[in-house]
């Protein structure tokens, strides 16, 4: 035990202070600083060219009504700000220089009604488009002057107000419908759809994704240069191969640890800001629902999982002779990383597909797959204790078969071994 | 004295081919013991069934009376062929940690380390990393790898290869020092007059067999005298005529004779001393390298 903290402790100082770890871990959190400050910065210049003012001409051509209608729908709105000015005259150039004088974001025409239809209705500004935000002001507000129009005051405002309402299509499962899934009381949509908990598991997924295939490449790197530099030679002669590589696997663990950890720190921070606070509020997020049974249910698989798979590419960095050779190597343990992630990632609105059921307990998928159906589905604890045993289960097996490996892909130089040869120089080496 | 590393009858398969062919040999406390052979004799083999890396099939292999396990391993040095040593970490980091590694404690490792270092005359190299050195002191970092945590057994595999003369010296002494302080120090090289001058007794390896082995003094007196060295202050003539001599080179004043018969040293002096002014006569001791070609050599044929 206490030559496995002595490794541990080794490999997690030496990482930590080589410069490529310090830059990188510098700049991702530079990255994540201004991630972080973009909407501010975005508001900053559009707050700019707004320049209090947000003013809409119309010309209305002699449909005054249709003209206050949508006056008073927009003005009506909760925190609008929008204002409109009435132009005068009806041809063209002389509604543009009106518009330029007074220093209008555009304007609306509206044309000349013929008989009973709705006049057609344009927006002109300087670039020729309308922005988002305008639009989405006035298209109802347009719609609602038509409807009033085409009734023309057959129906009461209540009655056209719900006419312009969309329909709500709610959702409940058969659980809940029959008054079975009790513990989600609080609301027809329980807690499944609250944004916090799709969040975490995204957040977890990526990470898992993110520190399985860069703490990995980390580890099998190290343990390839060990063995070109011959140290491994005197390691393997002075401390037994388990603990070697189990004291690399947690040390590297440390050092990803570690980065999330000053990157949780800097998002932290950037978050306290009041500037950012206000801003972000804008989202609606509430960090107090935060699922955090998600999330310890996530930090265990993530665990678990990396140990998985941190083993695996020890043992493959074993192998390999020279770090050239390292990244083909690899790559089957990268594939499988990158399926356990978008089999994730795609199902994410669709947690109890058969692949996912399946996927959730196949270890190298369960870490990413588990969370999402825990976090999104309906599963019962049978299913993560199942999940949980198989990892763990496959922890061991490949635990044990990786320190084999290790044992005897350490000894052998030069070209890559096929598992033939691998298996063969297991059983003369006696291991 | 007693024999502190052991091995008896080992045998070491790999798959069909023998590597080392029931092998078996003593070394004492405070003896260098020399393993030497001809590239794929089965040395490496050997040496990493020594160090535990791998386990033979047949025989054993003991320390100090007890068989390989974790206590065993701090009590085992080794210097490998190539360096082994971390290129980007600092030398006295990477050392006293593999020290740690070999169960001794962190400030007992920093003292032995400085202890070493200044005999080395490398205390510069403190705080530098192993990429900035030279070969010769990266070999000599290597070593001092090998040797910080008193290791009673000690095996060294190629330990002078690359260096320069003067550092060839250091290091002999520093083996020496090691000797006599109790060391049991297994030792493979192909230089021999390092083994004939560190060495009291070795093994020759070939194609796995045990070839040669015993006291080096004893060996090579069961090696026929086959050279004399002869200094006269003016020339010979009629040397290769005496019986038995087989060939004559050198210039006048400086003879190499072969011969085939010690019995033809008396006449070869005789006649030397009837023409001229005899400095030096030696019937010359056969070499290690001598011996090594011939019974490795004659094998090959």
Request: contains cysteine; aromatic residues 10%; charged residues 20%.
């Amino acid at each position: 035990m206490n030559r496995l903290g002595t490794v541990i402790g080794f490999t997690f100082k030496n990482k930590v202070r080589t410069k490529s770890f310090v830059i990188t871990t510098l700049l991702l959190a530079l990255l994540i600083t201004i991630g972080i400050h973009l909407p501010f910065i975005i508001q900053m210049f559009v707050g700019d060219d707004e320049g209090g003012d947000n003013r809409i001409g119309i010309a209305a051509n002699g449909q005054t009504e249709i003209a206050q209608q949508i006056e008073d729908y927009v003005s009506a709105l909760p925190g609008n700000e929008i204002q409109f000015a009435d132009l005068e005259g009806g041809d063209a150039a002389a509604l543009n220089k009106q518009a330029k004088d007074q220093d209008l974001k555009g304007y609306l025409t509206i044309a000349p009604s013929e008989g009973a239809a709705f006049p057609a209705v344009e927006y002109v500004s300087e670039n020729g488009s309308v922005p988002a935000d305008v639009q989405a002001v006035l298209q109802p507000a347009l719609e609602s002057a038509k409807t009033r129009f085409i009734t023309e005051g057959a129906l009461s405002d209540e009655q056209i107000r719900q006419l312009t309402t969309p329909v709500q299509l709610s959702t409940v499962s058969y659980d809940q419908l029959a008054g079975t899934g009790e513990q989600n009381a609080d609301g027809p949509e329980g807690d499944k759809f609250n944004p916090m908990n799709f969040i975490t598991v995204y957040v977890l997924m990526t990470l898992f994704f993110f520190s399985a295939m860069l703490t990995g490449n980390m580890i099998a790197s190290e343990v390839t240069s060990e063995k070109s530099s011959r140290v491994m030679e005197i390691l393997i002669t002075s401390v037994s191969p388990l603990t070697q590589m189990f004291g690399k696997v947690i040390g590297v663990f440390l050092v990803g640890l570690l980065q999330i950890g000053v990157f949780g720190l800097t998002i932290a921070i950037n978050l306290m800001l009041p500037y950012n606070r206000e801003v972000l509020a804008g989202f609606d997020l509430d960090f107090s629902q935060m699922p955090f049974d998600v999330l310890a249910y996530g930090l265990v698989f993530y665990v678990l999982g990396y140990f998985l798979y941190a083993l695996l590419y020890a043992a493959v960095g074993s192998i390999v002779s020279r770090t050239e050779d390292l990244g083909q190597a690899v790559t089957p343990l990268t594939m499988l990383s990158l399926a356990a992630f978008y089999i994730g990632i795609f199902s994410l609105n669709n947690t109890d597909s058969l692949l996912m059921k399946i996927s959730s307990f196949v270890p190298f998928t369960s870490p990413t797959t588990m969370i999402a159906r825990i976090g999104l589905g309906e599963i019962a604890f049978w299913e993560i204790a199942v999940s949980l045993a198989l990892l763990l289960a496959s922890i061991f097996f490949f635990g044990w078969l990786s320190a084999k490996i290790y044992r005897t892909g350490v000894l052998m130089y030069g070209k890559r071994p096929s598992m033939k040869e691998l298996r063969k120089a297991m059983k003369a080496y006696k291991i | 004295m007693t024999e502190r590393l052991i091995l008896r009858d080992v045998l070491k398969r790999y798959g069909e081919k023998t590597a080392v062919d029931r092998i078996s040999f003593g070394v004492q406390e405070g003896e260098i013991y020399g393993l030497l052979g001809a590239n794929g004799a089965g040395k490496t083999t050997t040496m990493r069934m020594v160090l535990g890396l791998i386990y033979p099939d047949e025989g054993t292999i003991t320390y100090g009376g007890r068989p390989y396990g974790s206590e065993v391993q701090r009590l085992v040095g080794y210097l490998p062929e190539e360096r082994g040593l971390y290129p980007k970490v600092k030398v006295s980091e990477q050392i006293v940690y593999l020290a740690k590694l070999r169960g001794m404690s962190g400030t007992d490792a920093e003292q032995n380390l400085k202890y070493w270092m200044k005999k080395f005359d490398a205390e510069e190299y403190y705080d530098k990393r192993i990429e900035e050195l030279s070969k010769g002191n990266q070999q000599k970092m290597g070593f001092i790898a090998a040797v910080v945590h008193r290791p009673q057994i000690l095996i060294l595999d190629e330990a002078f290869s690359g260096l320069d003369p003067v550092n060839v010296e250091l290091l002999k002494l520093a083996v020496k020092e090691l000797r006599d302080q109790g060391a049991s120090i297994l030792f493979s090289t192909h230089r021999m007059e390092h083994v004939e001058e560190l060495c009291r007794n070795l093994t020759i390896l070939d194609r796995s067999k045990t070839v040669l082995q015993g006291d080096i003094r004893e060996i090579k007196k069961g090696f026929p005298r086959e050279q004399i060295l002869l200094k006269t202050s003016g020339a010979v003539a009629g040397l290769e005529n005496i019986p038995g001599v087989t060939g004559v080179e050198g210039d006048p004043e400086s003879y190499l004779i072969r011969i085939s018969d010690e019995a033809a040293a008396v006449p070869v002096l005789t006649e030397a001393m009837r023409q001229s002014e005899v400095r030096h006569f030696e019937v010359k001791e056969p070499t290690l390298n001598q011996i090594f070609i011939r019974s490795v050599g004659e094998r090959h044929e």
